[in-house]
């Protein structure tokens, strides 16, 4: 992967407007997707699938292309199974409040999510009263496929997993995990946030029901995600939102609804961040997910030689680089992950994460009050990884 040549696309990269390892929040934009919205406001501002002046049938035929990408991209053959959100989570709990699930249904999920798959299911317990089992993970957050098979007995109505984590980077066996499932007859919704920006993903060879992402997290403008789901699983699915664009006709006393993915992009879409999809899915296929993957550990490798000698430093997960994807997690004895984080932007202009990232009970059920969190992408660079590791070198020797 020539990533000098990939670091010139990115505008504050380019500017020298420091080092961002945030990129687990969401990444930066290259030229060719900046370029797309501000065509989309300079040249054709208007609204798709509704008004049919030129405009509007130049918004709706981008709306389509960048959706027939995602298919694309993700290895499907049917664009209208993809459904665009503003993020990941807004799909998870499109699915989680949709799906029809009843007192007494049970929801199994892992033991590292982020809030976007466990927050509506406490709702739903206390809501509707549905039951909750939690596959462990071990120490470091490894899933544990024993402790999941033990949970899929009596009940189970749905399974709901995080691909990827986005404290330790750890992934999920998922296909093993959908299989188990299936083979009970229990479809499979997966948090693809963190898995998505980094990794190869076929949803048709991984024959998963539900998959969502945010597509802010893989070069996309802020403020777009996807609901992938197979037809039939959305035709059985309950929008979370009803009106505009999502009918067929209504009357005084009746309704048709639209079929998927229309029934669930309900009013007005974010249009100029839906243009912007297509460049930046464009932009991943042209260096390849499998190289984004091979970048990812090639980064953490580097960054854990540089930061092994560090005194105080631990790393949240396993010790593996290899395990790890994009994400490195650590804290320094004697410092809040607030403060390193801090000090960091201070001091070498390093941006980072720092708390419990969305994912509380992972870091209470191991009494940890939180973890500083570098996350990296396509542009970040070998020179990169030295200098964080420096910094963090300095922090420890002058305040740990």
């Not at 990827?164 to 999920?172: E, I, L, Q, Y």
């Not at 995600?225 to 035709?235: D, I, Q, S």
């Not at 009746?254 to 029934?263: F, I, L, Q, Y």
């Amino acid at each position: 992967m020539d990533t000098e040549s990939i670091r010139r696309d990115f505008p504050t990269v380019r500017d020298g407007r420091g080092i961002y390892l945030d990129n687990a929040c969401q990444t930066l934009r290259p030229d060719c997707v900046i370029d797309a919205v501000t065509e989309y406001y300079r040249e054709y501002p208007a609204c798709g699938g509704r008004s049919v002046h030129s405009m509007a049938t130049r918004v709706s035929m981008a709306i389509d292309e960048s959706r027939e990408a995602m298919a694309s991209f993700f290895g499907s053959k049917d664009p209208d199974c993809f459904v665009f959100t503003k993020n990941c989570t807004e799909g998870m709990n499109t699915v989680a409040r949709g799906f029809g699930l009843r007192k007494g249904d049970v929801v199994v999920t892992g033991g590292a999510e982020h809030n976007s798959n466990h927050v509506q299911w406490l709702a739903m317990q206390q809501e509707v009263g549905i039951r909750r089992r939690i596959a462990g993970t071990d120490p470091e957050g490894r899933f544990d496929m024993d402790s999941f098979i033990s949970c899929l007995d009596g009940g189970v109505k749905l399974v709901s997993v995080g691909h990827v984590s986005n404290v330790t980077g750890c992934a999920v066996p998922l296909k093993d995990i959908i299989q188990e499932a299936h083979d009970r007859g229990i479809p499979v919704l997966a948090d693809g946030a963190q898995a998505a920006p980094h990794m190869k993903v076929d949803l048709e060879a991984l024959d998963v029901d539900f998959y969502c992402a945010s597509l802010h997290k893989m070069l996309a403008p802020s403020g777009v995600g996807m609901m992938y789901g197979r037809k039939e699983m959305l035709e059985r699915l309950r929008p979370l939102e009803y009106g505009g664009g999502t009918v067929g006709l209504t009357t005084y006393d009746s309704v048709t609804m639209a079929s998927p993915p229309d029934r669930f992009e309900a009013g007005l879409s974010n249009y100029a961040g839906i243009v912007g999809v297509k460049p930046a899915l464009d932009y991943l296929s042209r260096i390849g997910m499998d190289e984004v993957s091979a970048h990812d550990t090639r980064l953490q490798r580097l960054l854990q030689k540089e930061t092994e000698d560090i005194p105080g430093l631990s790393i949240v997960g396993p010790e593996d680089p290899d395990e790890r994807g994009g994400v490195f997690s650590f804290n320094i004895k004697g410092l809040t992950s607030h403060d390193i984080a801090m000090m960091a932007d201070s001091m070498a202009g390093i941006m980072i994460r720092s708390g419990m990232h969305c994912a509380h009970p992972f870091f209470v059920s191991r009494n940890i009050d939180g973890a500083a969190r570098a996350s990296f992408y396509v542009y970040n660079d070998d020179s990169e990884m030295r200098r964080f590791a420096d910094c963090l070198r300095r922090i420890a020797e002058a305040f740990a």
